[in-house]
Nanobody
Framework: QVQLAESGGGLVQAGDSLRLSCVAF????????IGWFRQGPGKEREFVAA????????WYTDSVKGRFTISRDAAENTVYLQMNNLKLEDTAVYYC?????????????????WGQGTQVTVSS
């Protein structure tokens, strides 16, 4: 059993940066994936980025490539999402989630454990 807790959201202006944190309480195994998802107003939950715990290999959705960076601190059981050059369309509730799938997955239903979410609002 793993519990996840996100923090770091807030209200920022377009072009600003934020760093989200996701702390995991429990054991993360080497083949686990930690992902960030987001859900904007009236939208479905969508994949943002993910990292493999052992290899630290990363994946991103196209809309955030070059602006967002996912990383992990194994000693702190924490995953970060550094978000730079934020845009209005990045406004959403951001969730971290853990998948025990053998391969990277981009669908929310492949992730068994979820945090409560943190709101990111980007204003013009």
């Amino acid at each position: 059993q793993v519990q996840l807790a996100e923090s770091g959201g807030g209200l920022v202006q377009a072009g600003d940066s934020l760093r989200l944190s996701c702390v995991a309480f429990g054991t993360i195994y080497s083949n686990d994936f930690i992902g960030w998802f987001r859900q904007g107003p009236g939208k479905e939950r969508e994949f943002v980025a993910a990292i493999n715990w052992r290899l630290a290999k990363t994946w991103y959705t196209d809309s955030v490539k070059g602006r967002f960076t996912i990383s992990r601190d194994a000693a702190e059981n924490t995953v970060y999402l550094q978000m730079n050059n934020l845009k209005l369309e990045d406004t959403a509730v951001y969730y971290c989630a853990l998948s025990k799938s053998e391969y990277i997955n981009y669908r929310p239903d492949s992730y068994a454990y979820w945090g409560q979410g943190t709101q990111v609002t980007v204003s013009s």
